[in-house]
């Protein structure tokens, strides 16, 4: 089973910022990775397939990166609704897994 | 927008089986690949597993000798059904439309096992 490892566990963010986060892989997974928001007490929300590309309705200010086994997600001009908890997904090998989340809370 | 709701007991007991099912609203099942993934309280995601709409499954190795994931497209429904669970099952059980990437989740469902 691949393992996924989110860095850092928690990011303190001032609203307008620009923050990157880092997902790793314990081994190659090409370009077969996803990102995930979830706000609390809801459901996730895919932001990003095929570790670049945004899904449907996904702001502009998010973009993510990488291949391999290193992956990043960038926020650009941090909202308010951004404050959430972030989730990277590996689909290259069975069965799927993720990350541990990276927190965005207000600095 | 395709919309999906999770159903079921939110207590099981230790060695039973524990039931959910996944309402689809705003959408067919077909041509889809429909998906069940949990989160332990305070904890991260894990894939269960899941059932395209043809019947066919596949199973996360871990859950696989007590898990049964099946679909109803006449009543738009597919449900999970697994069983012996301990303490480790309690969790919030997700359904999504989707696999391996979900991109449709639902709001989730708490399950506690506990006597």
């Known amino acids: 089973e691949i393992v996924m490892t989110q860095s850092p566990a928690t990011l303190s963010v001032s609203p307008g910022e620009t923050v990157t986060l880092s997902c790793r892989a314990s081994?190659?997974?090409?370009?077969?990775l996803a990102w995930h928001q979830q706000k609390p007490g809801q459901a996730p929300r895919l932001l990003i397939d095929?570790?670049?590309t945004r899904a449907s309705g996904i702001p502009a200010r998010f973009s993510g990166s990488g291949s391999g086994t290193e992956f990043t997600l960038t926020i650009s001009s941090l909202q308010s609704e951004d404050f959430a908890v972030y989730y990277c997904?590996?689909?290259?090998?069975?069965?799927?897994?993720f990350g541990g989340g990276t927190k965005i809370e207000i600095k | 927008q395709v919309q999906l709701q999770e159903s079921g007991p939110g207590l099981v007991k230790p060695s039973e089986t524990l039931s959910l099912t996944c309402t689809v609203s705003?959408?067919?099942?077909?041509?889809?690949?429909w998906s069940w993934i949990r989160q332990p309280p305070g904890k991260g995601l894990e894939w269960i597993g899941y059932?395209?709409?043809?019947?066919?499954?596949d199973y996360n190795p871990s859950l696989k000798s007590r898990l049964t994931i099946s679909i109803d497209t006449s009543k738009n429904q597919f449900s999970l059904n697994l069983s012996s669970v301990t303490a480790a099952d309690t969790a919030v059980y997700y359904c999504?439309?989707?696999?391996?990437?979900?991109?449709?989740w639902g709001q989730g469902t708490l399950v506690t096992v506990s006597s």
């Open positions: 999504a439309r989707g696999s391996p990437v979900p991109s449709f």
């Open positions: 705003g959408g067919s099942l077909s041509s889809y690949y």
């Open positions: 059932v395209h709409y043809t019947g066919n499954t």
């Open positions: 081994q190659s997974i090409n370009r077969n």
């Open positions: 095929a570790a670049s």
């Open positions: 997904q590996q689909y290259n090998n069975w069965p799927p897994t």
